[in-house]
């Protein structure tokens, strides 16, 4: 039973280009959850997504960040226009449940994003 | 601003000491303090949780102390194993909502 799968675990972009990061929940999950952590520290809740719907979307920037979660396929993360500030690392988090309870075990091992 | 505040930023201990981290929140509708381990290039995992109708939860070597009326959790490692280097993280969330808010992070380093 494999756990919440993420790629591409590192991905390396220039300034101006897009970045596309997805996100494979556990089997069974239909919930996701992506958290951005920067350089020394904790991760910041970036947006919350359920099949086909953006439920709460209150941490992600206004500007050049999308998230999206279609019926069939992973959840994607893209950011467009990359900028230096954009390096981190993205975590994303999966549950089978309606979020009474937030994801308290099942994050995937990130995507570290450098942008140059 | 942080809504959870973590120290210290490092520890250090020899093995079989007892590394002790604090955590501090403000908002009293806080009602979840689960705590994350993360080893370098992984993602984080559920250490132990609490929920404040209780001051204490112990699983194995780990144990949560919790002061409601401080708002204050910590974490304490028993018999602290080189193994248990990591780096630690508390998180707090409301029942209902959608998102987890971290602490900032502690750098545990057990020392054989």
């Known amino acids: 039973n494999a756990g919440v799968m993420q790629n591409p675990r590192h991905l390396v972009r220039r300034r101006g280009q897009e970045a596309r990061l997805r996100c494979s929940p556990m089997k069974g999950h239909s919930h996701v959850y992506w958290y951005r952590q920067l350089p020394e520290e904790g991760l910041k809740f970036m947006v919350y997504l359920q099949k086909e719907n953006i439920i709460d979307e209150s941490g992600m920037p206004k500007e050049r960040f999308s998230a999206e979660f279609p019926k069939e396929g992973p959840s994607i993360l893209r950011i467009q226009q990359v900028v230096r500030g954009d390096s981190a690392a993205y975590f994303c988090?999966?549950?089978?449940?309606?979020?009474?309870?937030?994801?308290?075990?099942?994050f995937g091992p990130g995507t570290r994003l450098t942008v140059t | 601003q942080q809504q959870v505040k973590q120290s210290p930023q490092s520890l250090i201990v020899q093995k079989g000491g007892i590394p002790i981290i604090n955590c501090a929140y403000e908002n009293t509708a806080f009602d979840y303090f689960p705590w994350y381990q993360q080893f370098p290039g992984k993602g984080p995992a559920l250490l132990i949780a609490?929920?404040?109708?209780?001051s204490e939860k112990k699983e194995g070597r780990f144990t949560i102390s919790f002061n409601k009326s401080a708002k204050q959790f910590s974490l304490h490692i028993m018999d602290s194993q080189p193994g248990d280097s990591a780096t630690y993280f508390c998180a707090a969330s409301i029942t209902g909502a959608n998102n987890l808010f971290f602490g900032t992070g502690t750098r545990l380093t057990v020392i054989p």
């Open positions: 609490i929920r404040p109708d209780v």
């Open positions: 988090a999966s549950s089978p449940w309606r979020p009474g309870i937030p994801p308290s075990g099942f």
